[in-house]
Structure formats: structure tokens, C-alpha cells
């Protein structure tokens, strides 16, 4: 069975996402369509909007095969670790082929990109080592390194979508059976996109987190499948606001020692944001308080996630150092697909936690069970919990 | 001009503390009535129903004449802690007489047990260390330390109020001026007398606090001065039920490396904490799942606030080491008593908060935030306050 990966965080699962696999199976030609998608808290630092349960459940009834969790500690990261973890468990689950969405149309040639990379990796790497600390996010740095070393590389770095697939390229073609990059031009919106017309099949994700959280379900009715549009109906709506007064009190009550050893705490950020937490009526206040030139929305966002979950540099380094496979559900054809690859997959496949498998995924688990504080709706995450059959 | 010093909580004011104050004005025919209260947070480990501003007041309007804050570091701790840190502030602050409840009518003779302390001071501490970490609670160690080395010794060791009388009759007499005991017979109503009949004058503060959270405004009417009695109707009235999201989201997002720095958690505790967190909805069942013959639910209760407020063992030490006061509140007889005893006073006397003196106090503005976080309609405790002024 041949198969192609997908990274995704589905917030919410929509007709883009539909349409993105679909095109991944056509322009693939595979049997299985495996995606990792992040878990109950997301890239940008956010928790999603419907849990990873609910968001597995529409991808699978809408396309995909098999659905695992890209754990919170390669999750909630810059596009690098993001990009990493991703390719990391794609490729140790077989994938051949990876399908991804790019906002040029054409796609900007991502294969010669991750050729030039490959050969030139410890330049590369070592222009970055230089820029480290300086100030500049990693998009800046993305540009700086390669408007200097790859003139021609005619990339908008300011797309978070072209930084993710640069990086998705640039992870795959480490390995040695790197995999095919099939890049998907988006049609009908862009990542940014904020607004769409009723009636319009395929929307930006902000755009239908924006429209549901005014309440506005009509707009959106026809950019979703069925699944999504009941469960977004039907279910409580995560979002930061709901963790703020957690965040708040963890802020008032921690220590400033004990703020420093959160995972990327760094110079003198505890300060800043113990002082706003005082004073901030709203998540959305406490940010636009903290936030500077160089610490983007986006980074503090990220930090208060690890606040929140009071995670450790050693936390992330012990997910890192002995990555897992954690299956959140799949069809007939995903299941075959297991069953073929599981003998040469060399991380752990978890399917339920137990005694045994509990500490490599105490991170997950302990974001679920935070999460989970956001509603009393909101079910329990992990520890009794098996993969969905669909 | 001569002070008396009172013990106090306060969880409301009612009429027995108004004829508490009645007494000791008369018994110590003292000038000034000097009042060290417990802040936000009270011995039981409960955050009291009201602020301390708020208590402060009611106390100012009904017979006291200066009002200081017991710091959290003292005033949630054991009869024994509590009763030590209250005399150190009252003896600082000049007062040659003490008053304070008794259960018993006529009152046993605290003087000749503190007499008795005195002359047998080593030898009853050694007793009591004998018992140290064999599982018995403070009133059942005072129980057997004092039957077998004071046996005409006729004390109800049960009663929590008997307890702390002691412990105030055995602190005041390891100074070189203890002050003088004055007990007050508590008249009409019991420490632990849940319930009483409409138009009684004297009621209970549990009393008081089961009919104000049943909404039973008529029926305590009669036990109130007018500044608690409005203020129990139109204010938030705290309990730790408010607090509980917080404590439950601190205990499943903590490491239990981390749980172990906080003050008093020994033996394993922090798991059953933890584990038990995952599973309770409500604080009530939180403590009965965790609570056993060993740990009473004072205890846990007290545990419970210093895991709220991520109190460590050297916060706790830091303010045995550098005593202070902080002035929550007088009239004109206490702010002269004030101006007069300034320069005898050895502890730092704080009546605003600056930066010279903010981390003396930081324990307490800490728990003044935590606390502030159950509902929107507590105002903010320490950073711009002043004492209040009758």
C-alpha cells in the first residue's frame, strides 16, 4: 500500500481541507492518506476550537484515512520544531509522498528548493547559528538566509504557509528516502483571509472561526461538511478567553524563579508578564500589554501556552529525545495500513494510554486535562479514551 | 495610655464579637483595643467570606480602636503557629493585657497553666517532640503531653477555642512582660453550634455563615451590627468553592517535583492530591476523597490554600525571620496609641504598600490576588490600599 502524508491542524476541519484531500489522493495516487494533525492546542499557541477528537472525526469521514497526533511538544512551535515532528513521524510511518497547501499558483518549485538546501545544509545552518538572538523571527531569518544564499528562490516569506511548506521541504530531504512533495495551490481563499460570501464553498479557517464566534452559522453553512458545521453548532467553542483567568492566576500565584524555568522563558519576559496579568481584564489585553517589535503576537501566545501547561524545557526534550506515534482513529483502508507498517515503524504506536505507555505522553495528557478546564462540556481527552473507527 | 490585645478572624463580625470587644474593654479597663486579624485567608485554611477591609471595618465601627493583619504566613497555620505569631505582634505592639474567648463558664485558669509552661518549658517540649510525626493532630499531642505532665490539669482539649487559649497563655508567658490573661465566657453560643433560633443575639460564626450561603438573611438579622449585616447582603461573599477551578487546575498542570516545594506536603500527599483532583467537581469532594483518619480536613484544608497560593516552606520562613505590621485600620484612640508606641515598636509598621517595603508583605499581596480572583466584584486588596479610618 502506497500512502501520503498531510500535516494539518483542522480549526476548524472545512471544504479546504476537503478539497486538500482529495487533490493529495488524486495527485498522489495513494491508497492511504495519513495526517498528522496537531492535538488540543495549536501552532499559533492557541487551543483549538473543537477538541482533536471531534476534528479527527470530520477529517476522517471526510477524506482521511488515518489520523495521529502531532504531540504539544512539536505542536505549539515556530514552523522549525513544527516542521520537524511532523516530517519526523511521517516519515516513520511510510509515507512516500507529502501533500501540502501553498498559496502560489503556480507552486514555487519546493523540490529544487529543498535540493539547494540539502547541499548546502551546513552553510545554510550556520547563517542561521549567526542570526540566532538577534532579535528577527524566524520568517525574517528565513528571508535573510536566503536572499543571501539563494538569490533566484522566488518565495514570499511573509506567508506562514509558504515559511511551513519551505520548512516541510527542507525537513523531508534529511532523511534518506525523503518524500515527494505535492504542494496544492489553495483556490478560494487565502491562509489571512478574514472574510467570504455565503455561499462560498471554500473558506480560510480564520475566516470560519471569525463567522462562528459571531454567532454567524448561515455564512458558514456552505464552507463546511455536514460534521463540522453540527459539531461547531453543537458543541462548546474553545478559545483562549476561556484559559485566561487559569493563565492569570498562574501568573499572579508563580514565582518569578519558578516562571523562569517554562519552556523559552527568556530575558526577563517573566517580568513583563507578571506585571500585565495584574493589571489585564482579557487574554487579548494581556498580550497587546507584552507585546514588543520583537516578541510577535504569535511567540507570546505560544509562551502562554506554556505557561498554562506549566511546561519545561526537559518536557519538550523528553518528547523529542523519544518521539511516539499516538493514533487518534482511522478507517478500513488506515487500519490495513497499520497492520502492513507497523513491524518497520520504530516509535511506540499508542493507541490507548496505559501504565505502560503513560509517561511518554504525560505532555498530551496534561494538556487535555487543561483544555478540558475551558468547559464542563467538554469530555475527558485522554487517559479512558480509544482511536475513533470511522 | 494601656492596650488590650484581642485575637480575631472575624468570618463575619457579629454580636459576639461586639461583646468580646464589650469585655475587654471593661475586664482590662485598657484605653485602646488592639485587634491582630487574620487576612483573606483564615487559620481553618478557608479564604474568608469577606475581605479584610471589609472585616476590618465592621470591627472599627463595634468597639475596636486598631486593627492589624495576622500575615498569611501565620495566620493559616496550626493553633500553635497562629497562637505564636499573634502574641509576637501584640507583645510588639505594647499590650500588657489579653482578651480572649473561653467555652468553659467560669473559665479554667490559663494563668496557672502558663505558670506551669513556664517553669516546665524543656521538658514539655521534648514531650512534644517525642510525638512529633506519629500521626496525632495538635489538640490530641496537647492532650497527652499535658495529661501525663499536668494532670490536675482540667481542660477540654476537644474545643479548638480551648486550644488556641492555651496556646496564647503559653506564648505570652515565654516573654520577659507577659501580657495578662483575660478569658471572656462565651455567652448563648457555642464555637461549633450550627444553628439557632430567629432574634438571637448571639449566634455562632458558622452559624451565621451556613444561614448567609442558604440565603436565610431574616434569621441572622438579630446576630449582626448594621456594617455586616449590609455588607453580607450586598457584597460577594467568598468560599473556597470559588477558588476550586484554580486549585484543581494547579494540581493537575504541577509537576509533582514542583508540589513538593510547596509548604507541609509530605508524605506522598501530593499524589493523593493530584490524583484526586482529575476525578472531584467540587472542593467538598475533593477533600473527602483525600481526607483520612491521619489527615483531618483542616489540615487539608490549610494544605489545599498553600498549594492555591504556590507557597513554598521559605516564603513561610522568610516571614518568621522579618516580622512586620501591616495597619489595616483605626480611630482616633488607635491612632494616637500608634503615634505613642512608634518608637518601641521593633517590626517594621506598614501602612501603605511602597517599594522599600513590598517584599515583606509579598506573601500576603500574593494571597490578596488569589483571593481577589474569585469573583470580579472583589476589589483589589493590598498594592494602592490605605487603612481605613473610623
Partial sequence: MKSCGIVAEYDPFHNGHRYHLKKARESSQSDCLVVVMSGNFLQRGEPAILDKWQRTKAALENGADLVVELPFAFAVQSADYFAKGSIQLLQALGCTDLCFGTDADPAPDYSAFAAFYKQNEKKIESKFLELKNNGMNYPQQMATVFRELYPDLDIDFSSPNHILAMSYAKETSKYNEPMRLLPVSRSGSQYHDRSF??????????????????????????????????????????????????????????????????????????????????????????????????????????????????????????????????????????????????????????????????????????????????????????????????
Same sequence: chains 1, 2.
Fill in 197 to 390: 460570501s455565503k455561499n462560498q464553498e471554500i473558506a480560510s479557517a480564520t475566516a470560519v472561526r471569525k463567522a462562528v464566534f459571531q454567532n454567524d452559522f448561515d455564512l458558514i453553512k456552505n464552507s463546511l461538511p455536514d460534521r463540522s458545521y453540527a459539531d461547531l453548532k453543537q458543541n462548546y467553542l474553545v478559545r483562549w478567553e476561556d484559559h485566561w483567568p487559569f493563565l492569570k492566576y498562574q501568573l499572579l500565584s508563580s514565582s518569578a524563579t519558578a516562571l523562569k524555568k517554562i519552556y523559552q522563558m527568556t530575558e526577563g519576559l517573566e517580568q513583563r508578564m507578571m506585571s500585565a496579568a495584574k493589571q489585564a481584564g482579557s487574554f487579548q489585553e494581556f498580550i497587546g500589554t507584552v507585546k514588543t517589535k520583537r516578541y510577535t503576537w504569535v511567540r507570546l501566545s505560544r509562551l502562554s501556552a506554556y505557561v498554562l501547561n506549566q511546561i519545561t524545557s526537559e518536557e519538550i526534550l523528553a518528547v523529542r529525545d523519544k518521539p511516539y506515534i499516538r493514533i487518534l482513529g482511522f478507517n478500513a483502508v488506515g487500519q490495513l495500513y497499520l497492520n502492513q507498517q507497523k513491524k518497520i515503524i520504530k516509535y511506540p504506536l499508542i493507541s490507548n494510554i496505559n501504565k505502560k505507555n503513560q509517561a511518554l505522553v504525560k505532555l498530551d495528557i496534561k494538556a487535555g486535562e487543561v483544555y478540558q478546564l475551558a468547559s464542563e462540556k467538554i469530555v475527558i481527552q485522554d487517559l479512558t479514551r480509544s482511536p475513533i473507527k470511522n
